[in-house]
């Protein structure tokens, strides 16, 4: 039975946020595909993780009988969320850009499962080639060419972190422009912005399907 992680770090629920409800797009498509299969769902901002400190950052490099018992817990914690990611057939993420970048409880996840060693700073990390689907929304336009385009650290930021440093398999879903409905001086970008949903549920659900035929072909 395949194993889908879903990780939604939007500070809104689901009916004031683009990133979940897109997110939950590919989410149905998956469960439609793997009705006998299995969801981690992580909602970072119902469930916040701990920002890493020094005795859970010590504790990643620490022997495990070197620990102490405060590094011993905190290595508990990251242990889990490295095997989450692990045992996962595919990894969905909801990461919104606020302030030009992912949400701090979404860093403070990256930060706690990077381990040196084992999901990182190896030749083959432990979760390489996880195909994994990020939906990147954000209430304006960041595409190459646009005037904010130098501003966006997100798509730039999870590419590199998730795609090269950690060896997930990383496509991304980028719903724009999506405060224009109720931002004054956006009026004249409401109907880019309902495309661009639209277009971002569409590529939410076919990539769900694909990895679903992709995983039942490789199985």
């Known amino acids: ?6 990780i939604d770090s ?3 629920p689901q009916e004031g946020s683009v990133s979940r409800a897109v997110a939950a797009s590919f989410r149905t498509a998956w469960e439609e595909q793997h009705p006998e299969g299995t969801v981690v769902h992580r909602d970072l901002a119902a469930d916040p993780l701990p920002h890493l400190d020094q005795t859970a950052a010590a504790a990643g ?19 889990r969320l490295a095997r989450e990611l692990e045992e996962a057939d595919a990894v969905l993420i909801g990461a919104p850009m606020y302030n030009y970048t992912i949400p701090s409880t979404l ?4 930060d ?7 999901t990182a700073g190896t030749d083959k990390p432990s ?5 994994t689907v990020v939906v990147a929304s954000r209430g304006g336009g960041y595409g190459p060419g646009t005037p904010r385009e130098s501003f966006e650290f997100v798509q730039n930021y999870l590419g590199k972190v998730l795609g090269e440093v950690m060896g997930l398999d990383v496509e991304f ?5 999506t405060l224009a409905p109720v931002t ?5 970008l409401v109907d880019q912005a309902e495309v661009s949903r639209a277009r971002a549920h569409e590529a939410a659900e076919t990539h769900a399907k694909n990895l679903a035929a992709r995983l039942t072909a490789a199985a």
């Open 61 to 79: 490099f620490a022997a495990p009988d070197a620990r102490t018992p405060e590094q011993a817990a905190a290595y508990a914690l990251r242990d």
């Open 173 to 177: 879903v980028v719903p724009e422009l």
């Open 1 to 6: 039975m395949a194993t889908l992680l879903h």
């Open 112 to 118: 706690h499962v990077i381990l040196q060693g084992r």
């Open 10 to 12: 939007s500070l809104f």
């Open 107 to 110: 860093k403070a996840w990256v």
């Open 127 to 131: 979760g390489a080639g996880t195909p």
């Open 184 to 188: 004054p001086g956006m009026e004249s």
